[in-house]
C-alpha cells in the first residue's frame, strides 16, 4: 500500500474550460492512464487543490466521477479555484447522494493512510493587505487544527497545501512557524504551473518543499511512500 499525490488536476468535465489552451493536450485521458498504471485499489492518492473549475457542486459531479472510478482513496484539500467547496457537510451530503464513497476532505482534520497523518491547509498568497493578512491569520489555524490533529493520532504527519509556503524570494512566515513547531520535515503543494516552476525551492529552514502540480510531473501521480 502507497502513498500518492497529484495537485491540480483543473477538471472541466461538467463546465467549458479546456485546459488544452494552455498546452495540456489529452490531460484527462493522460491522468487516467498514469493513474491506472500506478495507483493500487487500495493505495491512497492526495489532490490539494484545484480539483475542478465548476463553480458549483452540481457542476462537479462529473468531475467526481471520474475520479471515483480511478483506483485508491482519495484525500483533496481546497485549492483557490475550488469555488464548488461549500461547506463540508454540504460536499459529504453531495458524495453520499451520488456515490462517491472514495474521496475524503482533509479540512481541520488529519486522516490516517499508511501509518502517516495526512494534515494541511490552503495556505494562501503572499504579500497583499489586511483582508490577506485575515485570511492568512484562518488558514494558520486550520493547519495547526490539522497539524495538531495528526498528533493526536501518533503516527508522523504529511503536509498538504495548496499554496506554498515559501517560494522564490518570498515566504509567509506564520506557516514557516507552525511547520517548525510541529517538526514538520516536508510539505507537498500545488498551485504553480508553466514558467512558474523556474522559482520553485526544494527547501526552505530545513523543510523540503515539493511542487506536485499535474503539469509540474507529467501528469504522472508522484510516490511518497
Not at 493505495?43 to 485508491?72: H, Q
Request: proline share 4%; net charge negative; aromatic share 12%.
Amino acid at each position: 500500500m502507497s502513498i500518492f499525490a497529484i495537485s491540480d488536476l483543473h477538471l472541466s468535465l461538467g463546465t467549458d474550460k479546456p485546459m488544452e489552451v494552455f498546452g495540456w493536450d489529452n490531460y484527462v485521458e493522460r491522468i487516467e492512464a498514469n493513474w491506472k498504471r500506478l495507483v493500487k485499489s487500495d493505495d491512497t492518492v492526495v489532490i490539494p487543490g484545484d480539483i475542478s473549475w465548476a463553480l458549483k457542486l452540481e457542476e462537479a459531479l462529473e468531475d467526481f466521477k471520474f475520479i471515483e472510478s480511478l483506483p485508491g482513496n482519495k484525500l483533496i484539500l481546497k485549492g483557490n479555484h475550488d469555488l464548488w467547496w461549500s461547506t463540508a457537510k454540504k460536499v459529504y451530503e453531495f458524495f453520499e447522494k451520488n456515490s462517491i464513497n472514495s474521496v475524503e476532505l482533509v479540512f481541520n482534520r488529519a486522516v490516517v493512510a499508511e501509518n502517516r497523518a495526512i494534515c494541511g491547509s490552503r495556505g494562501w498568497l503572499f504579500g497583499g493587505g489586511d483582508d490577506d493578512k485575515k485570511i492568512i491569520a484562518r488558514e494558520c489555524g486550520r493547519l495547526e487544527r490539522s497539524l495538531t490533529a495528526a498528533k493526536e493520532t501518533g503516527y508522523k504527519p504529511l503536509v498538504f497545501m495548496h499554496y506554498p509556503p515559501a517560494y522564490g524570494d518570498d515566504v509567509i512566515p506564520e506557516f514557516i512557524d507552525i511547520l517548525k513547531r510541529f517538526d514538520v520535515e516536508a510539505v507537498y503543494y500545488g498551485h504553480i504551473h508553466g514558467q512558474g516552476f523556474n522559482n520553485a525551492i526544494p527547501e526552505f529552514d530545513g523543510i523540503k518543499l515539493k511542487l506536485l502540480s499535474a503539469d509540474c510531473i507529467n501528469f504522472v501521480p508522484f510516490l511518497i511512500k
